[in-house]
């Protein structure tokens, strides 16, 4: 059961792949993350449950648990699955309850605990990535807090894109005349308004003589990316917002030299994807769990700020009014990571 955003949907990737090793995994999310895991190898069966267009009601639940009940006999299922609960509501036990799963495992912070049968410590100082994939340890297991601690980087997180979504990033690189070129994908946009640095058209137009500027990004990010592309230049950026499915923007991300982004989804495209990655937090900070995990990335960040963080996920506007958490950091120091994630690797012959 994975409800919550698309970033935690990739994140509960190497849930999935450790879970598939020990039988079939169906897979419970939204229907705006469905996409991400339609063509992914660890998964059986993809269920959509709408959370924003049925509110709590017993008969929704209900039909949705008939649906993957029968699903699950007609594929030969010997009945009582057992349910991770990676998204934590009362409303996502219940339906593992109507399921009928014997078993039901999640965080021990979770609204739902009453209703689960084993609680696993939500470990702060981990990544998210392995926080999740604690929910697959068996219980009392020793050695893997510390490991999961001692992880700054986390489980490796995995997407396949379709031949369908590669074909659309191949024209839509040709229509630019961009096949082949040096991509530098830039994902200016966030649900939560603070999150959103402002700095954006500046460093497109300090990079645009590296590569060619893309971005990445929904149609809610189009205005956005419009004023980005504005300050590369009349057709030098190409504007790929609300033009691909989200599998789509990851094989995207995929083929570019870095991807400079918020604390935001195509980070985590990125990570799956393996593409270096500049992310900028401003109320949000990587210790909350959800910082790059590419091999190769850097974080951009105003440290001494005491008003860092102010929200788990980022407030619409700043509750002090300066958002300098965001306004302080610097084109230049984002340039500099840029250059920094981006620079080839010297191998020394022994
Ligand atoms: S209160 Fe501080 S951390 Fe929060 S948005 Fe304002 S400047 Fe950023």
């Not at 990676?86 to 965080?107: K, N, P, T, W, Y």
């Not at 700020?305 to 300098?324: A, E, I, K, S, V």
């Not at 950091?329 to 250059?339: D, G, K, M, P």
Request: proline content about 9%.
């Amino acid at each position: 059961m994975q409800t919550s955003f698309l970033g935690d949907v990739v994140l509960t990737t190497p849930l999935l792949a450790e879970l598939a090793a020990r039988g079939p995994v169906d897979v419970v999310v939204t229907p705006a993350a469905a996409p991400l895991l339609a063509t992914h190898p660890d998964v059986r069966t993809v269920f959509t449950y709408d959370k924003k267009g049925h509110p709590f009601a017993p008969a929704t639940l209900w039909r949705l648990a008939r649906s993957i009940r029968l699903a699950q006999a007609r594929a030969g299922d010997p009945g009582s699955p057992i349910a991770y609960l990676a998204q934590g509501s009362v409303r996502s036990a219940l339906l593992a309850l109507l399921v009928g799963c014997h078993e039901r495992i999640g965080f021990a912070t979770s609204g739902g605990r009453y209703l689960y049968t084993r609680r696993v410590p939500y470990r702060e100082n981990a990544h998210h990535a392995a926080r999740l994939l604690s929910l697959a340890e068996a219980p009392r297991s020793t050695g893997s807090a510390d490991e999961l601690s001692a992880s700054s980087s986390g489980p490796r997180v995995l997407l396949y894109p379709a031949p369908s979504d590669v074909a659309a990033v191949d024209a839509l690189l040709g229509r630019a005349g961009a096949a082949g070129s040096p991509l530098i994908a830039i994902a200016p946009g966030s649900v939560w308004g603070t999150k959103r640095w402002p700095h954006y058209p500046a460093l497109a137009a300090a990079l645009a003589r590296d590569g060619r500027i893309v971005l990445v990004g929904s149609a809610a990010d189009t205005e956005i990316a419009r004023q980005v592309a504005a300050a590369v230049g009349a057709g030098r950026a190409i504007d790929a917002t609300g033009q691909l499915t989200l599998l789509g923007s990851a094989e995207l991300i995929r083929r570019a030299a870095v991807l400079i982004t918020n604390d935001s989804a195509p980070q985590h495209l990125a990570s799956a994807m393996g593409t270096p990655t500049v992310t900028l937090f401003g109320p949000t900070v990587p210790g909350f769990g959800f910082g790059p995990l590419a091999p190769r990335h850097a974080i951009a960040e105003v440290t001494n700020l005491p008003c860092r963080p102010c929200d788990r996920h980022g407030p619409r506007r700043c509750p002090l009014g300066h958002w300098r958490c965001m306004r302080d950091l610097s084109v230049e120091h984002v340039a500099a990571l840029v250059r920094q994630v981006t620079a080839p690797t010297v191998s020394v012959p022994l």
